[in-house]
């Protein structure tokens, strides 16, 4: 009896199931009926079964057995496939007919992948968690140890819940996901170690094992126990576990487990009670193709995942979203001493300033939310507004630079100085593009701002003459010396844009030169190799989406200059990237303080600041103006939805018209994490926060007239075309 799908077949025979493209075994499961249990002594037995009927089922075939465990307990699972639009839907019925001295049970649908049994051979795809091999990440991280036994993961830590491995020499890749968004709330009554039973548990855990024939529990203070089994294992499988459990992690939390291995791990295990008649239902999507590369098995499992579960479009007013962002901009920027500026950080609902320290980009922002109130007075007639703005451009401008060339990059009012921060690549390159912007504007005005121009040619030069020979520039400098103070390179393409933008306004040849130098790096190095990592300055050079965010940013602007297609293949590969990075369904969650959006509303349109967390913020939003260019710019359609779902969504977190009780209205705490089912945050807001809001919204609407996506699509596409060349008239002067 068989499926055929897509060119596979799909072949149950002898109890078990195979998948075969022509005469090729791809993947199999010779005993697909298996289970984990929870024993009377709390670890962890694995058993399995083969099929004992198959038979046809209305729009199938329905795969059926007991399996039947040597304590006496026994479950029924009946295993449903069917070809649903371009997926296999195998839906899981499992019910405990008798039960014995076990306390809970788990059960695994999963394919041995028959091209090789090393992980090696494989690169695997979990959106925000593992890219490839997981070359750049931190130990603590799946996929960092490949020698391992268990590489699963919950499915709430994953942006769409999904995980996807290709054989990398033939190219045949298989993807898991769970089929619905129909997560339920767990239990809140314990807190979680070792292993748990909970009834009410629904989230599953997809990845990849290849588990010796021995049982793996770590104890809580990290000793390993392993008992032989005889259950034994075929090779490496891909797997969807229900309910969850989070594979073997580094240990990181104690500090005396030098006792057992030097280094232990863990493994938290979820599951369902061995209870007489309890039962539970679960669907899992099976998606197969061939891909010639990596990128394109991420681009497209991604895509297939995405148009089933991605929640509906937030609807919210973006135009007084934006009002009162700026507004609260406005009241927030005052001046320290000297300095103008706003807060580090604030505490919500009632906005109490807990830390003042000015960023000069990255969480601060500083320069970009001056350029922005200066743009906001001007066109809507606020006065304060606009004299702030001026102020805090000011400041930086007078204050910052250093005998060495680059500016300082944290200023603290408290000590009227300069906080010892080396000269962060990124960050700099944040707040020189934003002062930059402000002299334009002001050069469209009429008015003439030579030292904020002097101010950026001066970073631009030293920057310049600091360009390794590759074209690349290190991710940080030292700030007594300018000398190298992380070798890391991946951060080059984020000064690019700057770069360019410079050009046009001085037509100076060096400033184009040198970022089509570090765009041909950016291209071989960060593009191709998929190393986009680093741009987070508070976090080690491990794998991050604001990496993906800055290489569009980079790519694009050379796109725009130049024209070329290799730049606009750049801007597409770093767009896929990132994109994977936003939780585009969501799952219940207990939230504690009243005030809070996500009371109401749902966490989707949030992203993990680096790879393998389980929660994430609102920094997608920084870049819904790109990607609906880049919808223009291709006419594919997936980039003009997506756009619209981080512009909207990502104000799931804001307080968009006060009526959560904010001091402010408009604003939004910093992130937090929820993978757990309870929203933990430090419950803050800091500038970044509004300025990745309002910083693609006033793009959006200078380039296309709106504030939505909704309103630039009124423009016919031709005059939209013609708009979206935004560097015809970037650096048009009226002198």
């Not at 000015?358 to 969480?363: A, E, N």
């Not at 809507?380 to 102020?391: I, L, M, V």
Request: proline share 4%; with cysteine; aromatic share 16%.
């Amino acid at each position: 009896m068989e499926l055929s799908y897509k060119g596979y077949t799909v072949a149950f025979s002898d109890g078990g199931v195979e998948i075969s493209k022509g005469e090729t075994l791809l993947y199999f499961n010779k005993r697909p009926l298996y289970a984990y249990v929870k024993t009377a002594l709390a670890i962890t037995e694995f058993y399995d079964a083969p099929y004992q009927a198959v038979e046809e089922a209305d729009n199938g075939i329905a795969a059926k057995g007991v399996l039947k465990l040597p304590t006496g307990s026994e479950l029924c699972m009946i295993d449903i496939y069917e070809i649903v639009e371009d997926s296999i839907k195998i839906t899981r019925k499992v019910r405990v007919e008798k039960a014995s001295d076990d306390y809970g049970f788990a059960t695994k649908i999963s394919f041995e992948m028959a091209a090789s049994d090393d992980i090696h051979a494989y690169n695997c795809f979990a959106p925000a968690n593992w890219y490839r091999q997981n070359e750049f990440t931190n130990p603590d991280i799946m996929g960092y140890d490949l020698d391992c036994e268990y590489f699963w993961r919950r499915e709430a830590c994953y942006t769409l819940p999904m995980f996807a491995a290709q054989h990398k020499q033939t190219g045949e890749a298989i993807c898991l996901s769970r089929w619905a968004a129909d997560v339920g709330m767990r239990n809140l009554y314990f807190t979680e170690s070792e292993n748990i039973v909970d009834p009410q548990f629904t989230i599953g855990s997809i990845g990849v094992s290849k588990p010796q024939s021995k049982t793996l529990d770590y104890l809580y203070y990290g000793y390993p126990v392993r008992k032989k089994i005889d259950t034994v294992c075929e090779g490496l499988s891909i797997d969807y576990v229900y309910p969850g459990t989070d594979g073997q992690l580094p240990r990181t939390d104690r500090g005396y487990n030098v006792d057992y291995m030097m280094r232990t791990k863990t493994m938290t295990r979820v599951f369902h009670p061995m209870a007489k008649g309890f039962s539970h239902v679960y669907c899992v999507a099976l998606y197969l193709e061939k891909y010639d590369d990596f990128y394109s098995m991420m681009r497209y499992t991604w895509r297939n995942v995405y148009k089933r579960l991605k929640e509906p479009v937030y609807q919210v007013d973006q135009k007084l979203q934006y009002e009162n962002c700026m507004q609260s901009l406005k009241t927030l920027t005052r001046q320290y001493g000297k300095a103008w500026g706003l807060p580090f950080s604030c505490r919500l609902p009632q906005l109490d300033v807990s830390s003042v320290s000015f960023q000069f980009g990255f969480v601060g922002q500083q320069p970009g939310i001056g350029y922005q109130l200066i743009r906001y007075g001007d066109k809507y007639d606020d006065s304060e507004a606009y004299e702030k703005g001026n102020h805090i451009i000011d400041f930086w401008v007078d204050t910052a630079m250093t005998e060495v060339g680059a500016p300082n990059v944290c200023y603290n009012p408290a000590i009227e100085g300069f906080e010892p921060m080396p000269f962060w690549t990124r960050m700099i390159a944040d707040g020189l593009e934003n002062i930059l912007d402000a002299y334009v504007y002001m050069r469209k005005k009429g008015e003439k701002r030579p030292k904020w121009l002097e101010f950026c040619q001066k970073a631009a030069d030293w920057y310049v003459k600091v360009q390794n020979d590759d074209g690349s520039w290190y991710r940080a400098y030292n700030s007594n010396d300018g000398s190298m103070r992380m070798d890391s390179k991946a951060n080059t393409i984020s000064f690019v844009r700057f770069l360019i933008q410079l050009y046009l306004v001085t037509k100076d040849e060096r400033y184009r030169a040198s970022a089509l130098k570090a765009g041909e790096w950016s291209y071989q190095n960060v593009y191709l190799n998929m190393e986009y990592r680093g741009s987070t300055c508070d976090n080690t050079d491990i794998i991050d989406n604001e990496s993906g965010i800055y290489a569009m940013f980079g790519f694009l602007s050379l796109y725009d200059l130049t024209g070329e297609k290799k730049w606009l293949d750049a801007l597409i590969g770093a767009a896929d990237y990132t994109e994977t990075w936003t939780y585009m369904w969501s799952y219940p969650m207990k939230v504690q303080w009243p005030n809070h959006p996500f009371t109401k509303n749902s966490f989707s349109g949030q992203s993990p600041v680096t790879i393998g967390g389980g929660g994430g913020d609102m920094y997608m939003a920084a870049c819904a103006y790109i990607y609906y260019r880049l919808y223009i710019i291709t006419q594919d359609i997936h980039y003009r939805d997506y756009a619209e779902f981080i512009h909207n969504n990502t104000r799931q977190a804001n307080d968009v018209d006060g009526s959560f009780g904010y001091d402010l209205p408009g604003l939004s705490h910093e992130g937090g994490r929820f993978s757990s089912q309870v929203f933990t945050s430090h419950y803050h807001w800091l500038p970044w926060v509004t300025y990745v809001e309002i910083d693609p919204t006033s793009r959006l609407y200078d380039t296309f007239g709106a504030y939505d996506i909704a309103g630039a699509d009124k423009l016919s596409m031709e005059e939209r075309t013609r708009r979206n060349k935004i560097y015809d008239t970037y650096a048009e002067f009226a002198d």
